[in-house]
């Protein structure tokens, strides 16, 4: 990871990054609860995330458009653009004004997936092949370090000045980071003129994972765990309180244990990827998951601490897997359209499982669906597994099994010639 970072013009990028990322963690949360003061509401609050992700619906259009510009410019425009988006936020008031948080989030989400998008055309271009799992690691671990604090300093400065004050962070924090890559020189060429009628150009990201086995296979996989991920959103205020008979504050505390884990995991992340490819790496991440879920069934508090380490590692594997086997299975002219419609097809189920998890801990015994959210994604990671090889690590050939090293006898006894 220290070798991407020697990079100048990745160094840049990532100071970037450390501020849009920044803006980030402490808006999402702190969006809910203006909505939940607002309103009183628990479910209107719970639906400002559900806008956020609702735009996940149009990702193979942005991944179009974002296809037809170079990245650079393109990435401080749409920047400069989400700080400009949350400037309706100095107009709320009370609850009549809630509509326009919603509409900010929505918009919000629509930015994210534009913004991420091109992020990873961007750092395909910067970084040679041999250092994307580094780049996305360091950028993983930054983002897992910020959910650390970030919320929690959210929520703490909108208690203590109200929104404006959030508002204002965040569109600083975008503007920084505009600022800051408008001073990246890239050499890029213009994107190549459409050769296609415009439906056809809109789902060549979706034909083009459909059609490479190792993203196919890692999107399925994934896709089949995030199914049921979702559901240790609800769950573990369960564990909390019926499991643990704690406040629910302390849900607070396993979320930092959880990010410790993340930061283990983004570190840890490149060198897992260089020792056994991409779609290893995501079948890693996917199946951690599982025991750490199936830990969480039995309520112990040094159990459950070791779990969440273990599910906070998981993560940084599956993002780093993923994002660097689609940054290197995916040509440069599909790659706006490839990371959103993947972006989609993993936030998608997610989102789901989130909203069945709130519904289903009301009806089953939260133990019950612990152990159901272990079963299917050990299996799921154990699915990925099997197919690791169609993304052999660094150096070794696709469809190439690793090179082993030869026994002493074998340099002494003569064999046929291999080409």
Same mark, same amino acid.
């Given at each position: 990871?220290?070798?991407?970072?020697?990079?100048?013009?990745? /160094?840049?990028?990532?100071? $970037?990054?450390?501020?849009?990322?920044?803006?980030?963690?402490?808006?999402?949360?702190?969006?809910?609860?203006?909505?939940?003061?607002?309103?009183?509401?628990?479910?209107?609050? #719970?639906?400002?995330?559900?806008?956020?992700?609702?735009?996940?619906? @149009?990702?193979?259009?942005?991944?179009?458009?974002?296809?037809?510009?170079?990245?650079?410019?393109?990435?401080?425009?749409?920047?400069?653009?989400?700080?400009?988006?949350?400037?309706? @936020?100095?107009?709320?008031?009370?609850?009549?004004?809630?509509?326009?948080?919603?509409?900010?989030?929505?918009?919000?989400?629509?930015?994210?997936?534009?913004?991420?998008?091109?992020?990873?055309?961007?750092?395909?271009? !910067?970084?040679?092949?041999?250092?994307?799992?580094?780049?996305?690691?360091?950028?993983?671990?930054? /983002?897992?370090?910020?959910?650390?604090? #970030?919320?929690?300093?959210?929520?703490?400065?909108? $208690?203590?000045?109200?929104?404006?004050?959030?508002?204002?962070?965040?569109?600083?924090?975008?503007?920084?980071?505009?600022?800051?890559?408008?001073?990246?020189?890239?050499?890029?060429?213009?994107?190549?003129?459409?050769?296609?009628?415009?439906?056809?150009?809109?789902?060549?990201?979706?034909? &083009?994972?459909? #059609?490479?086995?190792?993203?196919?296979?890692?999107?399925?996989?994934?896709?089949?765990?995030?199914?049921?991920?979702?559901?240790?959103?609800?769950?573990?205020?369960?564990?909390?309180?019926? #499991?643990?008979? /704690?406040?629910?504050?302390?849900?607070?505390?396993?979320?930092?244990?959880?990010?410790? *884990?993340?930061?283990?995991?983004?570190?840890?992340?490149?060198?897992?990827?260089?020792?056994?490819?991409?779609?290893?790496? !995501?079948?890693?991440?996917?199946?951690?998951?599982?025991?750490?879920?199936?830990?969480?069934?039995?309520?112990?508090?040094?159990?459950?601490? @070791?779990?969440?380490?273990?599910?906070?590692?998981?993560?940084?594997?599956?993002?780093?897997?993923?994002?660097?086997?689609?940054?290197?299975?995916?040509?440069? +002219?599909?790659?706006?359209?490839?990371?959103?419609?993947?972006?989609?097809?993993?936030?998608?189920?997610?989102?789901?499982?989130?909203?069945?998890?709130?519904?289903?801990?009301?009806?089953?015994?939260?133990?019950?669906?612990?152990?159901?959210?272990?079963?299917?994604?050990?299996? $799921?990671?154990?699915?990925?597994?099997?197919?690791?090889?169609?993304?052999?690590?660094?150096?070794?050939?696709? *469809?190439?099994?690793?090179?082993? +090293?030869? &026994?002493?006898?074998? &340099?002494?006894?003569?064999?046929?010639?291999?080409?």
């Amino acid at each position: 990871m220290r070798t991407v970072l020697r990079r100048p013009d990745f /160094r840049l990028l990532f100071g $970037a990054l450390l501020a849009s990322m920044a803006a980030e963690s402490i808006l999402l949360l702190a969006l809910a609860i203006w909505v939940k003061d607002l309103t009183g509401s628990d479910g209107l609050a #719970g639906a400002t995330i559900f806008a956020i992700i609702a735009p996940m619906t @149009l990702a193979p259009l942005v991944g179009w458009v974002v296809d037809r510009y170079r990245r650079r410019p393109f990435f401080v425009a749409a920047n400069l653009g989400t700080a400009m988006l949350l400037t309706p @936020l100095f107009a709320v008031r009370d609850r009549a004004d809630v509509w326009i948080i919603y509409v900010v989030a929505a918009l919000y989400g629509l930015s994210y997936l534009t913004l991420s998008a091109t992020l990873s055309g961007l750092i395909r271009q !910067l970084v040679p092949s041999e250092l994307l799992a580094d780049a996305n690691g360091a950028l993983q671990t930054v /983002r897992q370090g910020l959910r650390l604090g #970030g919320p929690l300093a959210g929520a703490a400065l909108y $208690a203590a000045v109200g929104g404006w004050l959030l508002t204002t962070l965040a569109m600083v924090g975008f503007v920084t980071a505009a600022a800051v890559v408008g001073l990246l020189r890239v050499a890029e060429a213009e994107p190549a003129a459409a050769t296609l009628r415009w439906p056809a150009e809109l789902g060549a990201g979706l034909r &083009h994972l459909a #059609g490479e086995p190792a993203l196919r296979r890692a999107l399925l996989g994934y896709g089949l765990g995030s199914l049921v991920m979702g559901f240790s959103e609800s769950l573990i205020f369960a564990y909390v309180d019926q #499991g643990l008979d /704690r406040d629910a504050a302390f849900v607070g505390v396993l979320v930092t244990v959880q990010g410790v *884990g993340g930061l283990v995991g983004g570190l840890l992340s490149p060198a897992v990827v260089r020792r056994i490819g991409e779609v290893g790496a !995501l079948a890693a991440g996917v199946t951690f998951f599982g025991p750490a879920a199936l830990a969480l069934a039995w309520p112990d508090l040094r159990l459950g601490v @070791l779990a969440l380490l273990l599910a906070g590692v998981s993560l940084p594997l599956t993002m780093v897997g993923l994002a660097t086997l689609i940054q290197r299975r995916t040509p440069p +002219r599909l790659l706006g359209r490839v990371a959103a419609a993947s972006e989609a097809l993993v936030s998608g189920p997610q989102a789901c499982s989130i909203g069945a998890g709130a519904l289903l801990v009301g009806v089953f015994d939260y133990r019950l669906l612990f152990v159901l959210v272990g079963v299917v994604t050990t299996a $799921a990671g154990a699915w990925l597994w099997r197919g690791r090889r169609l993304s052999p690590p660094l150096g070794t050939p696709a *469809g190439v099994p690793s090179p082993r +090293r030869p &026994h002493p006898a074998e &340099h002494l006894t003569p064999g046929p010639t291999r080409l």
